[in-house]
């Protein structure tokens, strides 16, 4: 399917210009919504005004500036299944372990309705959606992986942003586990693979293999 068949929009939400994705398949009403970020009702604007239902919420990870929608989409469309990784799912519930307890406005939410494991395919919307796991910024995130578009479309969370990576010094953070799943898991697909992060612009493999100072090329090569 071509890419002009998807329709994606991102909407940010304050204080951590957090990233929300939403994609739906051209002729068809129903979308995904990946990481509902702190200002829910922008989303809620959003599907409304454009018609479409939300068919999934995707959690790449469970840090409290890429959860904090849910319960008001869930309050909203209460069938619509929480999906996260399975070894990410219990931040949902805890502020100590999503981290908002840190920042003295604790956050929770509704348990996941769904689970997912590594290589597991997630059908929803119309997508067929690939998880990869790759911890290194959260102990369980995961992202969701598009093969059927061209180009190859990955919502990669806090994974790898355009010239950086997701921040390592959180509790259950690590800089090695994060550099190989990269390099192992996202920079084994195309280079023209369009990689949608939490934060910040788009960007794509190949820009990253290339240019990112953390782990592409350069990164490599002065580890040599």
Same mark, same amino acid.
């Given at each position: 399917?071509?890419? *002009?068949?998807?329709?994606?929009? *991102?909407?940010?939400?304050?204080p ?9 398949? &051209? ?11 702190l &200002?829910? &009702? ?47 799912? +219990? ?21 996941a ?24 910024? *959260? *102990? ?60 910040? +612009? ?10 990112? +100072? ?11």
């Open positions: 399917m071509p890419a *002009s068949k998807v329709r994606l929009a *991102s909407i940010e939400s304050a951590f210009a957090e990233n929300t994705y939403l994609a739906n398949l &051209e002729g068809r009403n129903d979308c995904l919504v990946v990481d509902p970020g &200002e829910p &009702e922008k989303i809620w604007e959003y599907l409304t005004e454009n018609g479409l239902t939300p068919a999934a919420l995707l959690i790449t990870h469970g840090h409290a500036d890429h959860i904090g929608g849910i319960d008001f989409l869930k309050r909203k469309w209460p069938d619509c299944p929480i999906v996260i990784g399975r070894n990410e799912a +219990p931040k949902l519930t805890s502020a100590q372990l999503n981290l908002s307890a840190d920042y003295g406005i604790p956050v929770t939410c509704t348990p309705d769904v689970l997912v494991d590594e290589g597991q395919v997630y059908q929803a919307a119309g997508f067929d959606l690939e998880v990869r796991e790759i911890p290194g910024h *959260s *102990s369980g995130h995961v992202v969701f992986i598009w093969k059927q578009g061209d180009p190859i479309i990955v919502f990669v969370g806090d994974v790898i942003f355009a010239g950086s990576v997701g921040r390592c010094d959180f509790p259950g953070g690590s800089f090695p586990l994060l550099a190989a799943g990269i390099q192992q898991k996202l920079f084994d697909l195309p280079d023209s693979t369009v990689l949608l992060p939490g934060h910040g +612009p788009p960007t794509t493999v190949g820009i990253e293999k290339e240019q990112n +100072p953390y782990v592409g090329k350069r990164a490599r090569r002065e580890d040599a």
